[in-house]
């Protein structure tokens, strides 16, 4: 009550404003650790009025450092109330770091989150969902003529690969500056168990060849080689005959996924579905079967390395961008630093808005409730 009585009129409308801005920044800031958090445990509500009591909290201290800043750098002010130039400084340094690790590591950041969220969460989630409608609808289409046809062509492909990697492994092995089974034959082998869907390390055995001629193995391992292509390559043969068997439960199955699917759009378009609950049917396509999903990843996701497969590290770029990957404040971010992150987005944008709404109430709060000397005059 003090503070009203002897607080000018301007000072007054600079608190208004502070705490206006500062409500839009942490509800900003709280939507965006929800989304990320995404706690099954608690209801979303309940973990957004958590998130923004505690972000108020941190907003409120950050706004005070900024006061204590302003203060230590005012000589009038620190006369007044005898404070000693040593104390000034530190109170400086310290209340510079609490600023920097406050906003610049926890508000800026998720401002822009959430605003980009906001901006791009039905965009992406359309796409994704319209990606995985080409690829079902592609798989009803399938003839059993189609489905040989494309296993031939796959097995075709992979013993091609395989036979390249075989000759590359033969001319490391028998390298005249390095002969032998060296990290670089090692690799070549890792490879080859990667494309045959082996995990690497599990099925070459690779120790015990210290002393074993370079032509020797060659023939060793190339025996191998050949029986796990084959092994693969059964095993894509009984995945094709399967597929063809139950062809009539997955088309079943396919319908329905094609029809959650537009019924997800339409209640996207017109609001009656929300963009969580549309995940959920994104999340149901790509679980549906492992073979679909790569396929749709492959319409989403440009890789570094092919043989690798899909994950996030091995992503160069997104084709479209994923809707699980814009939930979270760390994915967004660090897609945006790598250069993953689509321009469409434009995230300077929303940078810049984030900036400007938590200087503009920083501003307004040093006005408000910085410590006033005989001097301060408005």
């Not at 989630?125 to 189609?146: H, M, P, S, W, Y």
């Not at 046809?149 to 492909?157: A, M, T």
Request: aromatic share 10%; glycine share 4%.
């Amino acid at each position: 009550m003090s503070w009203l009585k002897k607080s000018e009129p301007f000072e007054k409308f600079c608190a208004v404003a502070f705490v206006f801005l500062a409500t839009l920044s942490c509800l900003a800031t709280a939507q965006s650790l929800t989304l990320t958090l995404g706690l099954e445990i608690l209801p979303s509500w309940l973990t957004f009025i958590f998130a923004f009591i505690l972000v108020f909290m941190l907003y409120a201290l950050t706004s005070y450092l900024l006061v204590q800043i302003v203060n230590s750098l005012n000589d009038n002010y620190a006369a007044e109330k005898n404070i000693k130039l040593p104390q000034r400084r530190s109170t400086f340094i310290g209340s510079l770091l609490g600023v920097i690790l406050l906003w610049l590591v926890c508000s800026m950041p998720t401002n822009t989150h959430s605003m980009l969220h906001m901006k791009v969460a039905k965009e992406v989630a359309n796409a994704e969902l319209d990606i995985q409608r080409e690829v079902f609808v592609g798989k009803l289409d399938l003839t059993d003529r189609d489905i040989i046809e494309n296993f031939q062509k796959d097995s075709s492909d992979l013993c091609s690969r395989i036979d390249v990697k075989r000759g590359k492994f033969a001319q490391e092995v028998t390298h005249q500056g390095r002969p032998g089974l060296g990290d670089s034959a090692k690799v070549i082998l890792h490879e080859i168990e990667i494309l045959c869907k082996e995990p690497a390390g599990s099925y070459f055995i690779t120790t015990g060849y210290q002393n074993t001629p370079p032509n020797t193995i060659v023939e060793i391992f190339d025996r191998e080689i050949v029986k796990l292509c084959k092994k693969r390559v059964d095993k894509l043969r009984v995945d094709r005959d399967n597929f063809i068997m139950n062809r009539a439960k997955d088309r079943e199955k396919l319908n329905e996924l094609i029809s959650n699917i537009d019924n997800t759009k339409s209640g996207l378009e017109d609001g009656t579905i929300s963009v969580k609950k549309a995940r959920k049917t994104i999340d149901n396509g790509y679980s549906f079967n492992s073979e679909y999903e790569q396929e749709i990843l492959d319409k989403v996701e440009i890789l570094i390395n092919k043989e690798i497969g899909h994950n996030p590290r091995n992503v160069q770029k997104y084709v479209r961008y994923r809707s699980d990957r814009l939930y979270s404040v760390f994915n967004v971010w660090g897609d945006f630093f790598s250069g993953k992150l689509p321009k469409t987005f434009d995230m300077p944008y929303w940078i810049l808005w984030a900036l400007i709404l938590d200087i503009a109430a920083f501003i307004f709060s040093t006005i408000a409730f910085r410590g006033k000397t005989k001097k301060t005059k408005f």
